[in-house]
């Protein structure tokens, strides 16, 4: 009796413009490039033309439709901004969407970064920027955190638990699972009350990657088809978790592949077999108890065929620009303005290490999705000039401002302040 748990990512990153070393000093908006064809604001509106509108209409009628229709999101804090600042109908239909009591909304890192690798507090922030984010849109306080690419290991875990959520999602590894099937709730090893829903990687990617491959054995895929194999898992599971970007609809998968006409038609033949159902991530750790313990002692994610950090962060060029953002921390959250903790907060998306990776082998394709460099190491060029501005105008705050008080860091951390003021793979 398999229950099929939809979970999308939704994000899109501010891309840095073309930014040289005579910037550096004089130009302090790294962002915005409205000349480019590359710019935020236009792919923002062709990703919203082509996947987020499109796709939330394509669920709304599902939902109006099947009473048993369940889906979640993890709707990143700069890809809600930019819904406000260049499309603003797109986060009206998501809204829609909630507002059915039938699309979850999880908790994520406001910025999609790396913030947990390298700085626990910095993760703790933005996390609370995220949640009162999607409380000051959505009126709701998510329950189950996701953090970014599904970037998972034991000591998240733990500090997810202890920061009040109940439960977490991850990929299901085959290296972790053993014997053992992604397609039961689990328990983190040490966790106490905390459950841990894991991808069901095969049957995401043969949607999310293989849908428009005609060179596949099971092409073309059928809503039909891919009902039967979801029957096939009955007596071995108690959940299918189709966990991927939601830009598949759409956008990788274009809209000529059939790939609506696949996703309006899937809830019908699901529903076919009595014991099907859909449930919401929190609907899935209510429903079931967790099957095992699971130990990920090392990080996992869903990105590139090896499921690990190595898509950010697998060569020196990347390692240095990370070391060199975070190591900026206790200065720019002492002296920096609003304007400065938000850019420095910006560079985090993790996004921007994808740009700088040198793994164009079988999953070159994927890393040149909306790709604004030519190479890793102009990405990485521009990364570090940006960065020196930053230290530029960090400089300059320390003149103005001879020693940090108690009092300046507590008002340039508050996360409300932070984020409330602005009006988004792993890329498929």
Known sequence: MPSICFYFQVHQPYRAKKYSVFNVGNDHDYFESPEDRLSNEKIFHKVAEKSYLPT????LGLLNKHPEMKVSYSLSG???EQA????PEVLDSFKRLVDTGRAELLEETYHHSLSFLYSKDEFKRQVKLHRDKIKEHFGVEPKVFRNTELIYNNDLAKEIEEM?????IAEGADHILGWRSPNFVYKPKGAKNLKLLLKNYKLSDDIAFRFSNKGWSDHPLTAEKFSNWVNDHHGNGHLINLFMDYETFGEHQWESTGIFDFLSHLPE???RHPDNSFVTPSEAIAQYQHFDELDYPHFVSWADTERDLSAWLSNSI?????QKLYSLEKDIMAYGDDRLIEDWRKMQTSDHFYYMCTKYFSDGDVHKYFNPYETPYEAFITYMNILSDIRHRL???KKVNKAPTSK???????????GAKKSVSKKS
């Not at 406000?84 to 499309?87: G, L, M, V």
């Not at 990347?318 to 990370?322: E, R």
């Not at 860091?409 to 409300?416: A, D, E, N």
Request: net charge positive; hydrophobic share 35%; charged share 30%.
């Open 408 to 418: 300046k860091v507590v008002k340039k951390t508050s996360p409300k302040k932070t």
């Open 395 to 397: 400089d300059d705050c």
């Open 56 to 59: 939330n209409k394509v669920i």
């Open 78 to 80: 700069v890809f809600i």
């Open 269 to 271: 033949y699901v529903l």
């Open 164 to 168: 009040g959520y109940q439960g977490i």
């Open 318 to 322: 990347q390692k240095d620009a990370a």
């Open 84 to 87: 406000e600042k260049f499309n």
